[in-house]
């Protein structure tokens, strides 16, 4: 079967307003854990129902238990006014619920029609027609104001172009109830618009929205309604008319908005590191300086050059002109060895990619970095590896059971304090930083925070990269910003309106 | 924070223990059933020589271990096992002291092993196309050097040392030994052990963190090498002849010792002692299927399903079910 963009929603728009989901005493409990404790909550057509709350706080366990992933404990879930058993991802789909996940669950080697219709290909005789399908699926992604061919390799794609696809895909699906989860961490501001418009045109065909999100000014945009969870219970629901940013944080945290932007301030000491008119590939002329003390922040689209240009600061690529001064001398940085050598500490985009050994101990990927130093010439000390380890599970209160436990075993803010808390012991001079927020909530993003101002005590200097401007413009003391490769404003800490950064930014 | 607790699945704490005393038990079941059911089993002599056979696999399987954990493989073992053979019996034949010629041979071993390295590293090529191109080049070029011909060695000290024991052991046993306990120090109790875990794990998130991993796959590959040119000096003084067409098949052997023993193909997860124990089950399984008048074709049949089956229960006790 296939489907034209006409026919995407055969169906009548439903009726605005009805029920068309009830969550009744949902429960999911895990050997040992509560993970969600008796929810009652009903969804209605056509709304956007945005959920609110911390990692660990029962939004993942509800998509799973919504999609058929994972079967609940106790409870029921009424559908359209009848009993579902959701007990296969199969059912969920047929039903017409369907996800879209933070991370793009699709086929990288496919291309982008071949993935639209994965599961559901126009064959004729067993034979693919394949032309038929680019030819739909590039109708469907224009039609919904895409700009992107459907021939290409999805892997082509940029990460948020790949999670716009993977959301037109669920909409091809007779979808009556679609479930985005954090969709926008990875996207550019205007990728997310076009997001936010299809979101809005599903809404308007009487789609049920379930929109999660770590991104306040998101959820006030979108939503009709925003419920928040909290250690698995249902705290609230409210009209999102009727309530704001501050008292949604203190439902979720307990704790309110000031402290979450926990910034000090310290008297910048000696330039830790200076780029002079630093060229590379993706970033032309930059010349700036950190020191100790201070974080710098570097604010910019996504390709806006600021991830090169710290990777080429740590050897990870070859400058192309200008040049790198460590405290006041010049200094050839030739591979991460060598920048790691002279005190300088990346903690990387890309956190499964890039940043952790998922399937080894939490331990290992703490000590990874110091191996050296609590090993003499052949063999490893277990007793530093265990204090170093346990130390530093301790000081950044990594929820783990024990040091012995998979990193892949923990929740995304508590892996990302691994890739953070691995260089705390190595004793790093230049602490660079980058996006180490994206999809941490809201109380480890405050405890990360808080792991600054430790850190620049210590008299350390720390690079700031971020997609997110209020992380960016509360914490920076200096804030330079970045557009197509070129250093085009500097800032001191909140000297320039949040709308002049975005302006300069764009271009 | 809120004191809320976390989904964690507990953590496998001493799995590798736990999944080698059940490798061990098995190996003892085998042994106990092999003993009622045959009368030649339990003698000295087929004793003896089981331990010679799985010796030589087992110390492979070790090497094997190494590249398998950083994600890749070695198919050449068997190849430089059979190239050894004919260098060590070149070289004594030669007139070379044997303590010279056998580090002659290890030398080639490591030289192999770290033109692995090169290709894998430098040319970018996957692990298994250039141990695959070393299989056969280096089989031709065994024939080469010899014709063809098997080389008979002249050095009745040197071919006694296979045959001999040490207080009732099989000296090759005790090469097991020799090679196993420096082994598991390097792979669980030093850096470099941690970091060919790393590398198999994530190469990407090590090289951020420092690691050399160019340097980690190099070693990974040089210690395989090594191991095998070792294989081949033992099985040229166990036959008393060089013949690089020896030791076909080995390889396989030397892979499934490993994936038997908890190696996990895709890498990050594997010990010393599982490619070890993991080798005598194989032997065991062929010696016994001997003796037991088994038709030797069923013997593959039986190592596959074995593979299959032990692969199959370990994966469903890591998922933790």
Known sequence: MISTAQDLHPAPALEPGRTILELRGLEKRYPGTHALKPVNLAFKSGEIHAIVGENGAGKSTLIKLLTGVMPRTSGEVIWEGQPAALATPHEAMALGINAVHQEVVLCRHLTVAANMFLGEENSRFGILQQRAMVKEAQKIIDDLGFDLPAHVTLGDLTIGQQQLIAAARATVRGTKFLIFDEPTAYLTRKEADQLFTLIRRLKGEGVTIIYISHRMEEVFELADRVSVLRDGTLVGTRNIAETNDAELVKMMINRSIEQVYHKEHFTPGAAIIEARNLSGKGFEDISMTVRAGEIVGLYGLIGAGRSEFVTTLYGRHRKSAGQILWQDKPVQVNSEHDAIKLGMALAPESRRDQGLCLNLPVGLNLNLPIYKRISNNLLISSAQEKTQADRQIADLRIKTPTRGALASSLSGGNQQKIVIGKWLAHGAKLFIFDEPTVGVDVGTKAEIYRLFGALLSKGAGIILISSYLPEVYELADTLHVFRRGRLVASHGFRAASHEDVLTQAIG | ????????????????????????????????????????????????????????????????????????????????????????????????????????????????????????????????????????????????????????????????????????????????????????????????????????????????????????????????????????????????????????GWELQAIASSVIGGTSLFGAVGSVHGPLLGAFILATINNGANLLNVNSFWQRIITGALIIIIVYFDGLRRRGK
């Open chain 2, 1 to 248: 924070m809120s004191t809320e607790v976390i989904p964690v699945e507990k953590p496998k704490r001493n799995y590798n223990v736990l999944f080698g005393l059940t490798l061990l038990a098995l190996l003892v079941l085998l042994w106990i059933i092999l003993s009622l059911a045959t009368p030649s089993f339990a003698s000295g002599n087929n004793i003896a020589n089981l331990l010679r056979q799985g010796s030589m696999i087992a110390i492979m399987a070790v090497g094997q271990t190494f590249v398998i954990i950083t994600g890749g493989i070695d198919l050449s073992v068997g190849a430089v096992v059979g190239f050894a053979t004919v260098i060590v019996a070149l070289l004594i034949n030669a007139g070379v002291p044997i303590w010279l010629a056998i580090l002659a041979t290890l030398l080639v071993g490591v030289a192999i092993g770290m033109f692995h390295g090169f290709g894998i590293v430098k040319m970018g090529l996957p692990p298994f196309i250039i141990t695959l191109a070393t299989l056969t080049s280096l089989r031709g070029i065994g024939l080469l050097m010899t014709n063809g011909n098997s080389i008979n060695i002249n050095s009745d000290s040197f071919t006694a040392f296979s045959r001999n024991s040490f207080i009732g052991i099989p000296n090759l046993f005790w090469m097991v030994i020799l090679v196993g306990i420096p082994a598991y120090v390097f792979l669980h109790h030093s850096r470099w052990g941690r970091y060919l875990f790393s590398v198999g794990s994530n190469a990407e998130a090590s090289r951020l963190s420092g690691v050399n991993v160019q340097r980690t796959i190099y070693m990974a590959y040089t210690l395989s090498g090594l191991c095998a040119a070792f294989v081949g000096v033992l099985l040229a003084a166990r036959i008393g002849i060089g013949n690089p067409t020896q030791a076909e």
